[in-house]
């Protein structure tokens, strides 16, 4: 159970900004938020991570909600090798692994 | 020089078989993980090992048996396939538990006939 909620699929333009929703209304005060994605027929790869402040890095940028209920992954430029299923995770700090839900699939068109 | 490698990434096998899969990471990371990938594309954690010992063990049928002989190898041996082990598993590594970034191999998809 990953106890956030995504949208199933989304699609977007090349090259224009992505903004993928996650909702974690239940999160706790101790719970990380963890992006990650999975290109076809490979294995995820880490995307970015956040406690409270938002967080920037060379693949994308997360947003998080002042009350911490909601996060955005935000992809500033979208390319053809963007097209992935994104799954957005919570975990606290208490030794247990990743989870991961559904996902949402991102479709990229040129 | 890949990070996360597993063998075989294809197994094709029949029902009531034994096989392994193995896991390396040259990462030098403290835990590693199996996880497994159904049809339905739903990725669940499996085992979770820890400097060799164990330390995640989900609700995984004991035909499932995870191997450590260091921390940097976690292996995956299961006895009497059945239809419904058919899958893509995945091996993880991080340096902490928890809240360190998983680096995933590429998988190991497994067909039982």
């Known amino acids: 159970d990953a106890k956030t909620t995504q949208p199933n699929s989304m699609e977007s333009n090349e090259e224009e900004p992505v903004h993928l929703p996650c909702n974690h209304s239940?999160?706790?005060?101790?719970?990380?938020i963890h992006w990650y994605r999975q290109l076809p027929s490979q294995g995820p790869e880490y995307v970015i991570h956040?406690?409270?402040s938002n967080v920037n890095n060379r693949m994308a940028s997360l947003a998080i909600a002042e009350d911490r209920k909601s996060s955005t992954l935000i992809l500033h430029r979208a390319t053809l090798r963007d097209a992935a299923v994104y799954y957005c995770?919570?975990?606290?700090?208490?030794?247990?692994?990743?989870?991961f839900g559904k996902g949402t699939s991102l479709l990229v068109t040129p | 020089d890949t990070a996360v490698s597993q063998t075989p990434k294809y197994l094709v096998t029949q029902m009531g078989n034994d096989k392994s899969i193995k896991c390396e990471q040259n990462l030098g990371h403290d835990t590693m993980y199996w996880y497994k990938q159904d049809s339905k594309k739903f990725l669940k954690i499996m085992f979770s090992y820890n400097n060799k010992e164990l330390i995640i063990n989900e609700t995984v049928p004991n035909r499932f048996s995870p191997k450590s002989p260091d921390k940097a190898h976690l292996n995956l041996h299961i006895n009497s396939l059945e239809l419904g082990d058919s899958a893509v598993y995945f091996c993880?590594?991080?340096?902490?538990?928890?809240?360190?970034?998983?680096?995933f191999g590429e998988g190991s998809r497994l067909t039982v006939l």
């Open positions: 956040g406690l409270t």
């Open positions: 239940t999160i706790s005060g101790t719970d990380y």
């Open positions: 993880a590594s991080s340096q902490v538990l928890s809240t360190g970034e998983l680096f």
């Open positions: 995770i919570r975990n606290s700090n208490s030794g247990y692994a990743l989870n």
